[in-house]
C-alpha cells in the first residue's frame, strides 16, 4: 500500500470515529442508568480510537482530515438518520453501526495484513484493538436489544 493509499484509508477511519463520537456523545440524555454509564465510556473509546489514529497519521508524516469536522458523517456514509426517538430504535441503529464498523476494520485490517511493508504490519496490530472494541460494543449493544 502507498503512503497516500495508507492515509488516505487511515483518514476515512478517523472520519468515522468522529462519527462514533458523535453518536455517545450525548450519553446524558438516556434515562437508564445504565445506558448512560455505557455510552459514556463508549464515548471515551471513541475519543481513545481517535487519537490513536490521529497518531499513527502525524508518525507518517500526514495531516488527519480536514473531513472530520464534517458534520454527521456516519449517517451520510452509511445512509441512515441518528435522530431516533425511541431507545429500541437507538440501540438498533448504533448496533448496526458498531457492526459494520467492526467489518470495516477487520476488511481494513487484513488489507494491512496482506501488505508486505513492515509498517503496515504493526498499524495492522495497533488499530486490531479499535476493531476488537467496535466488536465489543456491538455485542452489547445486541445484549442490551434484549432488555428492551
Known amino acids: ?10 483518514n476515512k477511519v478517523l472520519t468515522l470515529e468522529h462519527g462514533h463520537l458523535g453518536m455517545y456523545k450525548d450519553f446524558l440524555d438516556y434515562q437508564e442508568k445504565d ?8 464515548m471515551e473509546i471513541e475519543i481513545e480510537h481517535i487519537n490513536k489514529l490521529k497518531n499513527v497519521i502525524m ?13 454527521d458523517i456516519v449517517g451520510q456514509m452509511l445512509g441512515i ?4 426517538s425511541s431507545t429500541r430504535g437507538v440501540l438498533e441503529t448504533l448496533s448496526f453501526i458498531e457492526k459494520k464498523s467492526h467489518q470495516g476494520y477487520t476488511d481494513f485490517v487484513t488489507k494491512l495484513e496482506q ?4 509498517r503496515s504490519q504493526f498499524i495492522a496490530e495497533f488499530v486490531a484493538s ?3 472494541e467496535a466488536k465489543l460494543m456491538h455485542l452489547w449493544l445486541e445484549d442490551e436489544l434484549k432488555n428492551h
Do not use: V
Not at 500500500?1 to 487511515?10: C, G, N, Q, V
Not at 445506558?35 to 463508549?42: A, E, G, Q
Open 1 to 10: 500500500m502507498t503512503d497516500p493509499e495508507l492515509i488516505r484509508e487511515l
Open 35 to 42: 445506558i448512560r454509564r455505557t455510552f459514556r465510556r463508549f
Open 59 to 71: 508518525n507518517l508524516g500526514a495531516k488527519p482530515s480536514l473531513l472530520i469536522e464534517g458534520g
Open 81 to 84: 438518520s441518528l435522530n431516533i
Open 115 to 118: 501488505d508486505s511493508e513492515k
Open 130 to 132: 479499535n476493531m476488537l
